[in-house]
């Protein structure tokens, strides 16, 4: 079976547990597309079977998140699993620069990511290095904010706001919460956090992994993400025995997020991702595998 699975990762539980658990009920190979870490909870993506080969396309799509922000005090993770290594109290900060901070938060900015994360460095995740007692130069890197919206204003009483926070790829909402602490001048960090989405999956259609059955969804409702041109019957075996096909000769284009070039190809079913071959082609880069729930 080639599909996705959506589950509700609960709170300290890993994504590899999730992984592992969707395996052995499903009895077929089972991949990632963007892990969550264990403190948080929320939509984790799955792909089972040769649909593996789609990570890439999931991953590239804009999630949404809710947290939980606490002000007073850093931690060397930057949620509340980790140590406190400075505490300053929220007493004396007011919160109503806040609004006006998060309309900085929109467009590309430079995020760098928490030393206690799956970032590789030479090819090892940093967390590893961080709790060997390593030194470790995190880079930054350019993240892609869409938008930052205040659930609950901030709270002078226990010092917390509400965030959703509409991102891009490799966004670290821990990051933007410590980076909310140095703008506060007293410290931050993440209370609680859940993935409320990614792309148009999202978590209130999710299964817990504790569910006795998980419920496979068609490889289509990747498509419905994305930019997608409609071919005819003749066009649609061209494309899936490797060969590029005529723009023009498109029935419908939808219009939808293109990543890095890509596009979504349908016939009477999604048959793949094509890219641009020039002016008038679409070549196909990755074709839905066969025996694919579509």
């Known amino acids: 079976m ?172 821990r990051t933007l919460a410590h980076d909310l602490g140095k703008i506060s001048g007293v410290g931050a960090y993440v209370k609680s956090l859940v993935r409320i989405s990614t792309g148009l999956f999202t978590v209130d259609e999710a299964n817990s992994p504790d569910d006795d059955e998980l419920i496979p969804l068609p490889l289509s409702r990747l498509a419905e993400n994305f930019t997608r041109i409609y071919v005819s019957e003749k066009d649609s075996r061209s494309f899936t025995n490797g060969m590029s096909i005529l723009i023009r000769q498109a029935v419908k284009i939808s219009r939808g997020l293109t990543v890095n070039g890509s596009l979504c190809v349908e016939g009477d079913s999604f048959l793949g991702f094509g890219s641009y071959a020039g002016y008038d082609y679409v070549k196909p880069d990755v074709i839905v595998p066969k025996d694919s729930l579509c």
């Open 2 to 173: 080639n599909a996705i699975v959506l589950i509700n990762k609960p709170v300290d539980y890993r994504s590899s547990k999730c992984v592992a658990v969707a395996k052995r009920k499903l009895g077929v190979k089972v991949g990632h597309a963007g892990t969550l870490d264990s403190t948080a909870s929320g939509l984790l993506v799955l792909l089972t079977g040769n649909a593996t080969r789609f990570c890439e396309f999931v991953m590239s799509l804009p999630k949404v998140y809710r947290a939980v922000i606490q002000f007073g005090a850093e931690t060397n993770t930057y949620d509340y699993s980790g140590d406190i290594v400075s505490e300053k109290g929220y007493s004396s900060f007011d919160g109503r620069i806040l609004p006006e901070v998060f309309y900085g938060f929109s467009g590309y900015r430079m995020q760098r990511p928490p030393a206690v994360s799956a970032v590789k460095i030479d090819g090892q995740p940093a967390y590893k290095l961080a709790r060997s007692g390593q030194e470790i130069d995190m880079k930054e890197r350019p993240v892609f904010f869409r938008r930052v919206k205040i659930l609950s204003p901030y709270n002078p009483d226990n010092g917390t706001m509400t965030l959703e926070v509409h991102c891009g790829r490799g966004t670290y909402i």
